[in-house]
């Protein structure tokens, strides 16, 4: 087995056979031989430094009806908001105040939010804030929209492509989401000049090893920036409600394996990954993910932009956030810096 992953440390790449034992090895030494690779390979770029994002959760209205997700527009008992220019404002206050700077703006995709009004909103963030980046995850959009919104001054955009998968695609969304459109969609972005992140989640219902392997594929053939996986887990008002939550286990291989792929990406250590397990974040990090994302969105709306149940970090201020995420990331011997974390190939 070591020597497979020496393989892949060497070449970057591995047959579909190689993968899948990696994916499914389960012996301790060998993960923990993987894991140390990948570390190896981060901090020969990136050193001991841990990039913070600063997440605003600035509307759970979405269209879509995705069948994992807590948003879905049929769930009747989602609560939902949508915060105002201000309230967005002021998360990017108190977000620079803290040491971010990124900002995330992550939302449901709410028609509300136009490019009329996501254009000002942009240019006013960037006007404020020069030294930040500025990610947007606001889901699907024509390619002339995300043009203007990447001319208004986004940096970055985050579109997870799911699965790479077409049939495992479908049977995790309604018949009215189209799968090529979602990857046009990212190689749009790319053609734009974004920092493109896509992913996927790990365990969602119906996947399989060969559906993994097909999404390493597709991350080899995209080379995307940034790379967001962490494992499924149910939401209580889905369709998929007793499914079982992703395993931890293979999401810390897989991000081991791709931080060995790509070199460069940008890995975050997820927060669906902190709450399947309570140290999910740090074994990200030692699995050789090099981000994290604390939550700015204020905290009266924190409860309810709920993707899956179980959220962890709820109920804090955006202070006590940063202060245990620090606190986390020091004690696994990595380091929180106050810098925007660009990909080497945008600095
Ligand atoms: N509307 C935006 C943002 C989606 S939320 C978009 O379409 O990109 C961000 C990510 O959360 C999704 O891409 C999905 O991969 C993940 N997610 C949604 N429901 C989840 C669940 N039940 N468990 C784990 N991750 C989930």
Same mark, same amino acid.
């Not at 769930?75 to 939902?80: F, G, H, L, Q």
């Not at 030294?131 to 940096?155: H, I, M, N, P």
């Not at 975050?268 to 981000?291: S, W």
């Not at 709920?306 to 004690?331: P, W």
């Given at each position: 087995?070591?020597?497979?992953?020496?393989?892949?440390?060497?070449?970057?790449?591995?047959?579909?056979?190689?993968?899948?034992?990696?994916?499914?090895?389960?012996?301790?030494?060998?993960?923990?031989?993987?894991?140390?690779?990948?570390?190896?390979?981060?901090?020969?770029?990136?050193?001991?430094?841990?990039?913070?994002?600063?997440?605003?959760?600035?509307?759970?209205?979405? *269209?879509?009806? @995705?069948?994992?997700?807590?948003?879905?527009?049929?769930? *009747?008992?989602?609560?939902?908001?949508?915060?105002?220019?201000?309230?967005?404002?002021?998360? &990017?206050?108190?977000?620079?105040?803290?040491?971010?700077?990124?900002?995330?703006?992550?939302?449901?995709?709410?028609?509300?939010?136009?490019?009329?009004?996501?254009?000002?909103?942009? *240019?006013?963030?960037?006007?404020?804030?020069?030294?930040?980046?500025?990610?947007?995850? #606001?889901?699907?959009?024509?390619?002339?929209?995300?043009?203007?919104?990447?001319?208004?001054?986004?940096?970055?955009?985050?579109?997870?492509?799911?699965?790479?998968?077409?049939? +495992?695609?479908?049977?995790? +969304?309604?018949?009215?989401?189209?799968?090529?459109?979602?990857?046009? &969609?990212?190689?749009?972005?790319?053609?734009?000049?974004?920092? #493109?992140? @896509?992913?996927?989640?790990?365990?969602?219902?119906?996947?399989? #090893?060969? +559906?993994?392997?097909?999404?390493?594929?597709?991350?080899?053939?995209?080379?995307?920036?940034?790379?967001?996986?962490?494992?499924?887990?149910?939401?209580?008002?889905?369709?998929?409600?007793?499914?079982?939550?992703?395993?931890?286990?293979?999401?810390?291989?897989?991000?081991?394996?791709?931080?060995?792929?790509?070199?460069?990406?940008?890995?975050?250590?997820?927060?669906?990954?902190?709450?399947?397990?309570?140290?999910?974040?740090?074994?990200?990090?030692?699995?050789?993910?090099?981000?994290?994302?604390?939550?700015?969105?204020?905290?009266?709306?924190?409860?309810?932009?709920?993707?899956?149940?179980?959220?962890?970090?709820?109920?804090?201020?955006?202070?006590? &956030?940063?202060?245990?995420?620090?606190?986390?990331?020091?004690?696994?011997?990595?380091?929180?810096?106050? *810098?925007?974390?660009? +990909?080497?190939?945008?600095?």
């Amino acid at each position: 087995m070591k020597s497979i992953i020496d393989k892949l440390v060497k070449t970057r790449d591995l047959t579909d056979e190689e993968f899948e034992q990696l994916i499914l090895c389960e012996d301790k030494e060998t993960i923990e031989y993987l894991a140390a690779k990948a570390r190896e390979v981060r901090e020969k770029i990136y050193g001991k430094d841990v990039y913070l994002r600063g997440l605003i959760e600035f509307t759970n209205y979405c *269209k879509n009806d @995705c069948l994992y997700c807590g948003i879905r527009r049929s769930n *009747k008992n989602a609560e939902r908001y949508r915060l105002t220019e201000e309230q967005i404002l002021n998360c &990017c206050e108190v977000g620079y105040k803290l040491g971010f700077r990124t900002f995330v703006l992550q939302g449901g995709e709410d028609a509300y939010f136009s490019d009329e009004v996501l254009i000002p909103l942009i *240019k006013e963030i960037k006007e404020k804030y020069p030294d930040c980046a500025l990610t947007l995850s #606001v889901g699907e959009r024509e390619k002339d929209s995300y043009q203007k919104l990447f001319d208004a001054g986004a940096d970055r955009y985050l579109l997870r492509h799911e699965t790479a998968d077409k049939e +495992h695609y479908e049977s995790l +969304h309604p018949a009215e989401l189209s799968f090529d459109h979602r990857m046009q &969609c990212l190689w749009n972005l790319k053609e734009i000049g974004f920092q #493109v992140g @896509c992913g996927m989640m790990i365990g969602s219902p119906y996947q399989t #090893v060969k +559906h993994l392997i097909k999404d390493l594929r597709f991350l080899q053939d995209f080379k995307p920036e940034m790379v967001g996986i962490g494992p499924f887990i149910p939401h209580h008002d889905t369709p998929f409600a007793d499914r079982e939550t992703g395993s931890v286990d293979i999401t810390l291989k897989l991000l081991s394996i791709i931080r060995i792929m790509l070199p460069e990406v940008l890995l975050p250590a997820t927060t669906a990954l902190g709450t399947a397990d309570g140290l999910g974040r740090e074994k990200g990090i030692l699995a050789g993910a090099n981000v994290v994302m604390p939550n700015l969105s204020p905290t009266d709306v924190r409860g309810k932009y709920l993707l899956y149940d179980n959220k962890i970090c709820t109920g804090d201020e955006a202070a006590e &956030c940063i202060r245990c995420m620090t606190l986390r990331v020091q004690k696994v011997g990595y380091e929180v810096v106050q *810098k925007r974390g660009d +990909h080497i190939r945008f600095i």
